[in-house]
């Protein structure tokens, strides 16, 4: 064996030895960039800091969202980035200005590969503004002319090229997205550490036509048009009992193994939102962070929730152990109940409620009154980034709650 061979068993040996030999990734700004389908980047702005206990922080950027991530573990070169409430972690290499490694989902076997570069400041690289401002709103069909098509409503606003907004669908939104008009197209993304979500559309004054990319493993084509007027059904006429149901149960586990239902005595002469959800889901997690804000603020008053989770891990420990995860990050007091684990398809959790004519989207709510009977349903959640209709949803939510809790 040559002496190189020994140089690098002795460099190995020193270096697990002694930690702190590596090299420290630079502080400041980053830009991340995940691999989509079709050779795709998905780009997405943090920043990489040490609070003032000398461990690192990240804060990741999306518009108006800040996403502070405080699980970082650091051996030698490797870097484990662990994404707050969500299971999803980045695991990489790095030096002073790269990452490289892979975003992961252990209970869905997603590997997206990620890298990410010290320095880089611009989300998306642009030669030139955008021919056309896309300011507005527009009325959107993705998927169409396929069984699978749906309407959204497209919501942005440009400010010398740089582009915000979501687009709302019947279930929810698509986030706090950034991106940028240039030339003759539309690029806009976001990470939240969830879902992984790129738009690109070619654009005209008066037409979108684009792509949507999730993750690695999905994309679906889009179209849209201007349309100031357009409005998307009302989330409360979407999901509703089934013939032959008056009133809404379950029965199922809560995190100390004790089996819960609606008849429970604490139910009893109050208003309950039952809270169909899951712990993976980015648009639950805003609306569980409304609950959790409304309860604190309305301690007095005669009202319950409840949540029902149906969740993607792939053993009931690790359900309870995603479950916690979000009860303990977000300061949740209200029960999580665990409705179903394995997969969180909306067929299978339909069969769990089989009163209801559909389980349509994560988060759906139920308002019951204190006499039993379900006087709402509310499908899916606007949250933040849908700015005006989350401030009319939480008007529309006060007032209703506030009629049920004085009858």
């Known amino acids: ?97 790269s990452i490289k490694g892979n975003f992961v989902k252990e ?46 409503k497209g919501i942005f606003a440009e400010t010398e090229g740089k582009v915000t907004g979501t687009f709302r669908t019947p279930t929810g939104d698509y986030r706090f997205l950034e991106g940028v008009s240039t030339g003759d197209s539309l690029k806009l993304s976001a990470f939240d550490g969830a879902h992984a979500f790129l ?49 809404f149960d379950f029965a199922f586990p809560d995190t100390n193994g004790n089996t819960v239902s609606l008849t429970d005595k604490k139910f009893e002469n109050k208003v309950v939102l039952v809270q169909i959800m899951g712990s993976w889901c980015p648009n639950c997690l805003d609306e569980t962070k409304f609950y959790v804000n409304y309860l604190e603020e309305n301690k007095d008053e005669d009202i319950e929730v409840v949540a029902l989770a149906f969740e993607s891990a792939k053993t009931k420990e690790s359900a309870f152990k995603n479950i916690e995860r979000l009860k303990k990050r977000i300061g949740v007091a209200y029960p999580i109940l665990l409705a179903q684990y394995g997969t969180y398809d909306k067929v299978k959790a339909q069969e769990k409620l089989p009163m209801l004519n559909h389980v349509l989207s994560y988060p759906t709510t139920l308002f019951i009154d204190k006499r039993g009977k379900v006087r709402k ?28 809790l004085n009858e």
């Open 377 to 404: 349903i509310h499908t899916g959640f606007n949250g933040p980034a849908t700015g005006e209709k989350y401030i009319a949803f939480k008007k529309e939510f006060n007032a209703f709650v506030k009629l049920l």
């Open 1 to 97: 064996m040559n002496k190189w061979f020994y140089f690098w068993v002795i460099t190995i040996l020193m270096l697990s030895c002694k930690e702190e030999m590596k090299e420290e990734p630079n502080q400041g700004a980053w830009l991340g960039q995940l691999e989509v389908l079709d050779g795709h980047k998905l780009p997405f702005n943090f920043n990489l800091s040490k609070n003032e206990n000398g461990r690192y922080e990240i804060e990741i950027y999306n518009a108006g969202e800040v996403i502070t991530v405080d699980e970082i573990e650091i051996v030698q070169d490797s870097i484990k980035i662990q994404m707050p409430v969500f299971e999803g972690y980045i695991l990489g290499i790095f030096s002073k200005n």
């Open 199 to 247: 738009f690109l559309a070619k654009v005209t004054d008066s037409t979108l036509n684009g792509t949507f990319y999730s993750d690695k493993h999905f994309k679906e084509p889009f179209v849209a048009r201007r349309n100031e007027s357009f409005e998307l059904p009302e989330a409360d006429s979407l999901t509703f009992l089934n013939k032959g149901y008056d009133k």
């Open 107 to 152: 209970s869905l076997d997603r590997v997206v590969p990620f890298e990410a570069l010290y320095g880089e400041k611009k989300r998306f690289s642009t030669n030139e503004r955008g021919n056309v401002n896309v300011s507005g709103i527009w009325e959107t069909e993705f998927s169409h002319g396929t069984p699978d098509y749906y309407m959204a």
